[in-house]
């Protein structure tokens, strides 16, 4: 079989029992990047020989783990010690650091391979951006639409097979959104449960790390090695972190489930207008994965929240203004470094002014206290994500990170920890919904989405580019 | 949502305030665009007591804990 089939826990099973390699895993992926990315364009950088290099030295080396000899992949706005790292930009093209992000320490001293660093969106926000140096990764389910992004590149090669699992960050969706159209796991993790250092900001007070994987419970074994306290990093909290794998559960009896219908229902349309409708697939989809949960046990509930353009563009003008501030300097001296899409939705950071940041920040402070009072009275919150099919990559506007709804903005701005899981196709592209929990309660949305996962079988549908390559 | 485009010349006001040097088509886009700031601006603007703090306030441990 082709090793690049498993999921982590069985490729994991597979290499503990001698009847896999860490070396016949990595150059299975590596066969494949070099067969198939050159249509979906999903890295930046492929270490062809560092790699396979990585990968012997594991295979003589005593086990670490479950991620022992598991290749991976990074957005490449993750520092990494002596290998290129350019945040998708002209300004960085040759920058090569000299220290590693926190998470890249953690995930390679658990015995992970690096095969390479993932595309993202300049600077975490500005694309798909066709003026850029780096061709913008394309959907694997079919590659005429938008995988989402910023972390487009990191989904997109765990969708297609081109890794086991990959990090993508999140600082208005940038993790579930792909994670929504490429069909696979994707989990922001509570802001401050893992280290944020070494991965180039976006916006500090929104800026979340996390995985990207193929099942929820691959994202349970990687946030195993992902959480916990970095003293050098100032949002970190040192909150204990659970055994993750160990609460993943079947069954969801006892628990009482907050469903979040306004957004989607009523909020996205009225505050955003008709480009932001969701199709009628997704809200059958929605529906049904609703049933889903409760016919494993749930009680659910319908839960009110303030309208979503409140949530929503508060996030955005904190975001916008953080990175702006970011970036002013090099706005101002040296524009011609950033494409297009960079300049234009960061360029509007220059016309917000200081009492509208603290507008923002007080308004934010008012969601997350009402947020807060909302799950007192249940264990999570399910919400939508994006709500209909990829659309195409080439009919997509410069200002729809402004213009239309989101659903995933808000828990940035709550800092909540958020999966996003997939629930259904539509024109032959996936769907998927959000699970949100209580601060530092990955563990109960991990177990909410594996027991969801295991009761339908949306996630062994694959796109046919996944496939194991001829003669295989 | 406002209905008007903010005029060219306000909107030079505000690019020479913030030190940028755009080009025609970058001035054109942006200020199109201005509407999502002021959409934004006031989605953020409500009525509030005085004493509502920010999201970013600090609470210290208190003192003699173990």
């Known amino acids: 079989m082709d090793p690049s089939q498993l999921t982590i826990a069985e490729a994991a099973h597979a290499i503990a029992d001698g009847s896999l390699s860490p070396v016949a895993l990595t150059e299975a992926y590596l066969d494949r990047i070099a067969a198939l990315d050159g249509e979906l364009h999903s890295y930046v950088l492929v270490l062809r020989d560092e790699a396979p290099a990585t990968a012997r030295v594991l295979a003589a080396s005593p086990p670490r783990g479950l991620l022992h000899g598991i290749p991976i992949g990074l957005k490449d706005i993750y520092k990494t010690r002596g290998v290129r790292s350019t945040a998708g930009s002209r300004r960085y093209l040759d920058h090569v650091p000299n220290e590693d992000a926190a998470s890249w320490e953690r995930l390679r001293a658990a015995g992970t391979v690096l095969l390479g660093k993932n595309e993202t969106h300049e600077f975490a926000i500005g694309g798909p951006d066709f003026t850029l140096p780096f061709a913008p990764a394309r959907n694997p389910w079919n590659t005429a639409h938008y995988p989402a992004g910023s972390s487009s590149g990191s989904a997109v090669a765990v969708a297609a097979g081109l890794c086991a699992a990959a990090m993508g960050s999140d600082t208005g969706g940038s993790i579930r959104g792909p994670a929504a159209y490429n069909g696979i796991v994707g ?286 | 949502m406002p209905d008007q485009t903010i005029p060219a010349e306000r909107f030079a006001i505000l690019v020479e305030r913030a030190g940028l040097k755009l080009t025609a088509a970058q001035f054109e886009e942006l200020r199109q665009a201005y509407r999502f700031v002021q959409r934004m601006q006031k989605s953020v603007r409500r009525p509030r007591d005085r004493a509502a703090e920010p999201a970013h306030i600090f609470v210290h441990p208190r003192g003699g804990a173990a």
């Open chain 1, 187 to 472: 989990l922001k993790p509570t802001y401050g449960r893992v280290s944020r250092r070494g991965v180039f900001p976006l916006s500090y007070t929104l800026d979340h790390c996390g995985p990207l994987t193929r099942t929820v419970e691959d994202c349970a074994i990687m946030m195993q090695v992902l959480a916990g306290y970095d003293p050098q990093d100032p949002a970190s909290a040192d909150t204990p972190v659970p055994d993750y794998r160990a609460a993943l559960e079947r069954r969801l009896d006892g628990l009482r489930l907050g469903i979040v219908r306004h957004f989607h229902e009523h909020d996205a349309v009225a505050d955003f207008g008709a480009d932001s409708a969701p199709s009628a697939g997704y809200l059958a989809a929605f529906d049904a994965a609703c049933r889903t949960l409760e016919s494993l046990g749930a009680q659910l509930v319908d839960l009110r929240l303030s309208p979503l353009i409140d949530y929503v563009d508060a996030n955005r003008l904190i975001m916008i203004a953080e990175a702006y501030a970011l970036h002013e300097k090099d706005f101002q001296e040296r524009p011609q470094d950033f494409g297009h899409h960079m300049f234009a939705r960061i360029g509007l950071g220059a016309f917000l002014s200081a009492a509208d940041y603290v507008e923002a920040i007080r308004q934010r402070r008012e969601l997350c206290l009402e947020f807060a009072r909302a799950l007192d009275g249940v264990d999570a919150v399910v919400a939508a994500n994006a709500t209909g099919p990829a659309p195409r990559i080439d009919a997509l506007p410069t200002f729809g990170t402004v213009e239309r709804a989101s659903y995933t903005g808000p828990f940035n701005l709550t800092g909540s920890p958020a999966l996003s899981v997939p629930i259904g196709f539509e024109d032959g592209l996936p769907l998927a919904f959000q699970i949100v929990g209580r601060p530092f309660d990955e563990a109960m949305v991990l177990r909410i989405g594996h027991a969801f996962e295991q009761a339908t079988d949306f996630h062994n549908h694959r796109p046919a580019i996944a496939a194991p390559l001829p003669g295989r």
